[in-house]
């Protein structure tokens, strides 16, 4: 028992060694001691005594320190299984750092006793940990995985919804989302489990464009969707520069470049699609007979014939039309055009992206309805003059400030209407100023007459939103399976991860939607709603966070993110943001389902998700803070508007600017305080709601504290920005995540069938398909700087050999 009180002089390594477990010990008190006062757990406290005790012990050269240390090391492994169980990455911040602690000691162990425990056998000692803790980490779980054992249905070759007047995929991928009814799903069959990991480059195309001056740098963010119709691929880059493709080789055969300027760019330049019109009537062989749309980041919508990418003359100013007549003083980058537009019964039908957060008095989120062959102003909808029919005239403006649509919208050739996914009022924080209309048509789907540009219904998603909880997802048509027969419906996901089921006809839900109570307070208490609703038939949203659910990348990161969460203001979900205090708010704002929207096989009856799984860090900034901040809106001298939305938004015409922190990151290690995963993947049956699987999308392998690389080929789940599409052949091809990463996955089992590395981030949807009797699959590998992906212009196709 004498060598358990051995004292010997310590190496000066050895007292290095206690200095630094001393000061680990000490941040751990303190900070535990705080986080027990404000209500949190005592084990940081507790082992920050430990720590300190050890580092005296190794101080004075007792070989007790080793000892005690075993203990703290023990107590730390109950505790973090108590805590967390034995998922892997929640045991990381609880168990890697100590372990590591313990590894350094065992190390230290000869210097403290006799010579016959040398360092060989210290040296074993640490390898016989380090390949337990390997084999551990390896056959822990990473995350919770659903499973779905069934065998599913086959699929049904017939489209109920296929109008034969209309394009629809199959050879073609005629639409931003595949067809009208935005589905995302093709009925080509070539490519299947069987085969998908054969799937090679066969041609890549650099489209040119990148940031030029150092206004773009950091902007840049390629989402692009091309379409492919008949012999030709066509695409916009992130400044509107349109291209037509030889499908086969990724040749280029024409670009057109609308010339727009740097200062338009919002906080990223993107464009999602074009969109591709047959004026009907015209012989195939005149000049514009078919033609490419889109609309440009300085908010003009732009008409080139599809074979030759030359203006059409007969539309509008030689080809374009400026979108902004009627909207008053615009400053550049505070409106733009970002989505594909919708074209119905011959109208192009367009909202804007209003830039967020600046001001109340931004441009308005006024519709406008455009004729598809001449460009003509048909209609305009602002919701607060509805006796409008076209520009406002008498020098009078839109309304301003408004809710506008910067996604895209979908349409009903057969009713003649346009569905229409609207965002918030002007600042997204604020709402004592908002007028009964905009509390009635804000973040709600409105389905517009497409003849006449009147609202004919809508459905609130969320009442009186103060979380940017905007709908950013296209709605989704489908023939919904009812105990009378198919109904006529639309499949609406949310930014709060509710999946909501309403008869197009008359935006009635099919499947249950219940309000519930929801958290009040905040800076405005009378205005908050008593309830929200939710979704009964599905969600993709998680439970509340509790402090168990704090992450980082050791002890001390955790314990910083325990007490951030114990002295912000939750109540759960739709807590209100404060000013005294950060608020959290779960899922954030990138949470649920954004701007990739699902995909949905209308033969099996699957819905396809990807889904954000964040919370957001939210401050409400008074007014006097904000200004000696520097926080001024863009229309104002180019003010410090932050580095992404949210992000020091200066709300500017409201009592507060607002701060937040998408994602909840520590400031030092840039790691989330959330514990993974951060995205996932689910599929879901369309009839019942039920999840068939579900599991964490994307890998460690770019991720890191610190922005390093990990590496790590392992399912964390990362955020993901971009959509799926799914196949008759029982194949889902996606990117979207961090990891620069493109897949084919199993549509039964949703795990992963092939992949390939991208040159850039994967922030777009994939599209697929047939040229020369052979199936194709299309990404834009052309990054993002939110998502923190590298920006590249290229265009990758793939296929087998």
């Known amino acids: 028992m004498a060598i358990l009180y051995t004292t010997r002089r310590p190496h000066w390594l050895v007292r290095l060694l206690a200095l630094v477990i001393g000061l680990i010990g000490l941040i751990l008190l303190l900070g535990g001691a705080y986080l027990v006062y404000v209500g949190g757990s005592p084990y940081y406290a507790l082992a920050g005594l430990g720590l300190l005790a050890t580092a005296w012990l190794l101080g004075r050269g007792s070989a007790l320190a080793l000892w005690l240390y075993v203990l703290v090391y023990a107590a730390t492994l109950v505790w973090a299984i108590w805590e967390a169980g034995l998922d892997g990455w929640a045991l990381v911040p609880r168990v890697v750092a100590p372990t590591v602690v313990l590894l350094f000691i065992v190390t230290a162990v000869p210097a403290l006793l006799p010579r016959h425990f040398g360092w060989r056998a210290a040296l074993l000692t640490d390898v016989v940990i380090i ?6 980490g390896l056959t822990l779980p990473n995350a919770k995985v659903t499973d779905y054992a069934g065998d599913l249905p086959a699929a049904r070759p017939a489209d109920t919804l296929a109008d034969p007047s209309l394009r629809q995929a199959g050879a073609d991928w005629p639409a931003y989302g595949g067809s009208e009814s935005a589905r995302r799903y093709s009925p080509l069959t070539q490519i299947t489990p069987d085969n998908a990991g054969q799937l090679k480059r066969v041609w890549a195309v650099h489209t040119g464009d990148l940031p030029q001056s150092e206004f773009a740098q950091g902007k840049y963010g390629a989402e692009t969707t091309p379409l492919k119709v008949g012999n030709a691929l066509y695409l916009c880059t992130p400044k509107n520069i349109i291209l037509s493709l030889d499908p086969a080789t990724g040749q280029e055969r024409w670009r057109y470049d609308p010339k727009v300027s740097d200062d338009w760019i919002p906080y990223t330049a993107a464009c999602r699609g074009v969109t591709y019109y047959d004026v009907p009537g015209v012989p195939a062989d005149q000049a514009c007979a078919s033609r490419i749309i889109e609309g440009t980041l300085d ?6 014939d599809a074979n030759t990418g030359a203006p059409c003359p007969g539309f509008g100013d030689n080809g374009a039309v400026d979108t902004k007549a009627g909207m008053g003083e615009v400053e550049p980058g505070m409106l733009s055009i970002t989505a594909a537009p919708t074209i119905v019964r011959g109208i192009i039908v367009t909202g804007h992206q209003v830039l967020d957060g600046q001001i109340r008095s931004a441009p308005s989120g006024a519709i406008q309805g455009y004729d598809a062959v001449t460009g003509a102003l048909r209609w305009a909808w602002d919701m ?9 005239p008498d020098g009078r403006t839109y309304a301003r400030g408004t809710p506008n ?14 569905y229409l996914p609207l965002g918030n009022s002007a600042v997204d924080y604020w709402s004592s100023q908002r007028s009964d209309v905009e509390n009635r048509f804000a973040t709600s789907l409105v389905a517009l007459d497409v003849g006449t540009g009147r ?31 198919a109904v006529p419906a639309l499949v609406l996901p949310s930014k709060q991860g509710d999946i909501y089921v309403l008869d197009r006809r008359t935006g009635k839900p099919l499947t249950p939607v219940e309000e519930q109570p929801a958290p009040a307070g905040g800076v405005e208490p009378e205005q908050r709603s008593p309830t929200q609703p939710h979704s009964l038939y599905h969600t993709l949203r998680k439970a509340d966070l509790t402090e168990k659910d704090m992450w980082g990348m050791s002890p001390i990161d955790q314990m910083v993110c325990r007490i951030e969460f114990r002295t912000a203001t939750y109540s759960g979900f739709y807590t209100p943001p404060t000013s005294a205090t950060h608020s959290i708010e779960y899922p954030g704002y990138n949470g649920g389902s954004d701007w990739g929207g699902i995909a949905v096989d209308p033969g099996r009856g699957i819905i396809v998700a990807n889904y954000n799984d964040m919370p957001n860090y939210v401050r409400l900034v008074p007014r006097d803070e904000a200004d000696r901040l520097g926080w001024t809106p863009r229309s104002q001298a180019r003010g410090a508007i932050g580095g992404a939305e949210g992000a020091g938004d200066p709300q500017a015409e409201t009592p507060f600017a607002v701060n937040v922190n998408a994602g909840w990151r520590l400031p030092v290690t840039g790691l989330l305080c959330k514990e993974p995963p951060y995205g996932g993947i689910r599929a879901i049956d369309l ?26 080929p392992v399912d ?15 194949v889902v091809f996606i990117a979207a995540a961090t990891d620069n990463l493109v ?16 040159p850039g981030g994967g922030q777009a949807t994939p599209m697929t398909y047939e040229e020369g009797g052979k199936q194709y699959v299309v990404i834009m590998a052309g990054g993002h700087h939110f998502m923190e992906t590298p920006i590249s212009d290229e265009l990758i196709a793939y296929a087998l050999p």
Do not use: C
């Open 384 to 392: 607060k003059q509805p006796d409008l029919t076209g520009v406002p």
């Open 743 to 758: 897949r084919a996955i199993d549509l039964k089992t949703g795990k992963t069938l092939w992949s390939d590395t991208l």
């Open 405 to 418: 649509m910067w996604t895209a919208a979908s349409g009903d050739e057969r009713l003649g209407l346009v």
């Open 716 to 730: 964390i789940g990362t955020p993901n920005n971009g959509g799926a599409v799914v196949t008759a052949g029982g």
């Open 299 to 304: 908010a003009r919508l732009i008409a080139v």
């Open 455 to 485: 609202p004919v219904w809508n459905f609130q998603t969320v009442h009186k939103d103060v979380w940017d909880y905007d709908l950013g997802s296209q709605a989704t048509l489908v023939d919904f399976p009812a105990d009378g027969g």
């Open 687 to 712: 009839k019942s709601g039920k999840t068939l699987w579900d599991r964490p999308f994307g890998t460690a392998r770019t991720n890191g504290p610190f922005g390093i690389p990990s590496m790590l």
């Open 131 to 136: 390949v337990a803790a390997a084999i551990i």
